[in-house]
């Protein structure tokens, strides 16, 4: 069974800091892009940022030099290192787990997250 386990999430004032973690579980790890999505209220849910087994990574526009994804594959874990903190970055967010090339992708269940004063 895949499980997507994503905590850190909550309330904090604009201009401060989260980090979100996900432990992934059921899967190899190593093998799949993990990304991090949003959802706002009315919104579509959007990619944030992903990171390849390569590592290679892929920032949304409006996150690129506050945000920072990284993984530890050892841990089965990835991470957003969210600054600078804005309220438009209020939403849900979620892990992501995908193969593409294999029809492979999971979700987790979301961690809020709210920015304001």
């Known amino acids: 069974q895949v499980r997507l386990v994503e905590s850190g999430g909550g309330l904090v004032q604009p201009g401060g800091s989260l980090r979100l973690s996900c432990a992934a579980s059921?899967?190899?790890?190593?093998?799949?892009?993990m990304g991090w999505y949003r959802q706002a209220p009315g919104e579509q849910r959007e990619l944030v940022a992903a990171i390849t087994r390569n590592k290679e990574i892929n920032y949304a526009d409006s996150v690129k030099g506050r945000f920072t994804i990284s993984r530890d594959n050892a841990k089965n874990t990835v991470y957003l290192q969210m600054n600078s903190l804005k309220p438009e970055d209020t939403a849900v967010y979620y892990c992501?787990?995908?193969?593409?090339?294999?029809?492979?992708?999971?979700w987790g269940q979301g961690t809020q997250v709210t920015v304001s004063s």
């Open positions: 992501n787990a995908n193969k593409v090339d294999w029809g492979l992708n999971y």
């Open positions: 059921g899967i190899i790890f190593s093998t799949y892009t």
